[in-house]
Nanobody, 126 residues
Framework: QVQLVESGGGLVQAGGSLRLSCAAS????????MGWFRQAPGKEREFVAA????????YYADSVKGRFTISRDNAKNTVYLQMNSLKPEDTAVYYC???????????????????WGQGTQVTVSS
C-alpha cells in the first residue's frame, strides 16, 4: 500500500507562485509514473502534469504548459509541482497520484493511476 500526502497549497494572488509537494510512504516510487490532477468546484477532475519513473519525460495539460513544472526526487520519494504565473482559473484542489505499473512507457490514463493523495487546496485571487 502507498500513502501520498500533498502539501504546499494555499492562497496566492494572480501572477504569484506556489510549489506543491507530494510525499509517498509505503513503497519506493522510483519505478512508477506520478501525476498531478486538479478538481475545481462543480467541475470534473482534470489532468495537470505527469512525470515518468526516471524524471526524463514530462507531460502537461495545455492549460498549464509553460507555467507549471513537474519534477521528482526518487531519493526522497517525493514529486513536486512548481506553479508560476498563477491564474484565478487554477483554483482547485490538487491531487497527486501514482501508477503502480513498473516502467510504463507512456503516460497513464487517469483510470490507470492506483493511489491518490487527499488533496491540497490552491486558491488564486484576482
Amino acid at each position: 500500500q502507498v500513502q501520498l500526502v500533498e502539501s504546499g497549497g494555499g492562497l496566492v494572488q494572480a501572477g504569484g507562485s506556489l510549489r506543491l509537494s507530494c510525499a509517498a510512504s509505503g513503497r519506493t516510487l522510483s519505478y512508477y509514473f506520478m501525476g498531478w490532477f486538479r478538481q475545481a468546484p462543480g467541475k470534473e477532475r482534470e489532468f495537470v502534469a505527469a512525470i515518468n519513473w526516471s524524471g526524463g519525460s514530462t507531460y502537461y495539460a495545455d492549460s498549464v504548459k509553460g507555467r507549471f513544472t513537474i519534477s521528482r526526487d526518487n531519493a526522497k520519494n517525493t514529486v513536486y509541482l512548481q506553479m508560476n504565473s498563477l491564474k484565478p482559473e487554477d483554483t482547485a484542489v490538487y491531487y497527486c497520484a501514482v501508477d503502480k505499473t513498473r516502467y510504463r512507457g507512456r503516460p497513464p490514463t487517469s483510470n490507470e493511476y492506483d493511489y491518490w493523495g487527499q488533496g491540497t487546496q490552491v486558491t488564486v485571487s484576482s
